[in-house]
């Protein structure tokens, strides 16, 4: 089996990145880590020569380039099915797929306001508008999946899976940022803030990697 390299940003800022360093750390295989500074300036130059795309992550194996967040859950999914990924029912699945694939797409006030800075902690922002729009839906999605889901297990659709990846930026933006959660939510943020690999991931973090992200970095 080829190796794999996983392109990255700064650790601090960067949640796209995260959440590609999520999948193949629960795929359980070796990798190669290269981080591309986006802070406190951005290396055009290594994020033009290492990525097709010019942006991060980008997963290299073999001679493959995945060069987004969600494509490289689908890839290590595809690689090792063993894992479940995803929920092994088709009705739950669809779901979970529905949850990741609008946070791919979506809360754009949310990634503008309240930009990811894991290990830092800023003043709750005014929460009106699109950005209450945004954290409203997220929680009424949480809320939904454990409610339905918990019986099974703690995370969104008991087990942990890619939806849990998608949103873990978002576990970490809600700590930086103090936003309040129903107490249904506790023990979902509880067990995301304390699952071993985004606590590596913060260990690795550089705190004074504070300006905002730039989107999709």
């Given at each position: ?14 949640s ?66 063993e ?37 830092n ?39 942990y ?57």
């Amino acid at each position: 089996m080829s190796k794999f390299t996983l392109i990255i940003g700064n650790k601090n800022n960067s949640s796209w990145s995260l959440r590609g360093y999520l999948a193949i750390k629960y795929a359980n295989v070796d990798f190669e880590e290269v981080m591309v500074s986006l802070r406190p300036s951005l290396d055009r130059a290594s994020l033009d020569r290492l990525t097709p795309a010019g942006k991060v992550p980008t997963l290299k194996h073999g001679n493959n380039y995945i060069w987004d967040s969600l494509a490289i859950c689908e890839y290590m999914n595809d690689l090792h099915p063993e894992k479940n990924f995803w929920p092994k029912n088709i009705n739950i699945r669809a779901h979970a797929r529905c949850i990741s694939a609008e946070m791919h797409s979506g809360f754009t006030a949310l990634r503008s306001v309240m930009g990811m800075a894991c290990l830092n902690k800023f003043e709750c922002p005014k929460l009106t508008g699109d950005l209450k729009n945004d954290i409203d839906r997220i929680i009424s999605i949480w809320s939904e999946c454990v409610k339905q889901y918990g019986s099974i297990g703690p995370y969104l659709f008991g087990k942990y899976s890619i939806a849990d990846m998608m949103y873990a930026p978002v576990i970490l933006r809600f700590k930086s940022y103090q936003i309040e959660l129903p107490d249904v939510l506790i023990k979902y943020f509880d067990t995301m803030i304390n699952h071993p690999d985004i606590e590596e991931w913060c260990l690795d973090a550089d705190p004074n990697d504070t300006a905002e992200p730039i989107n999709k970095l």
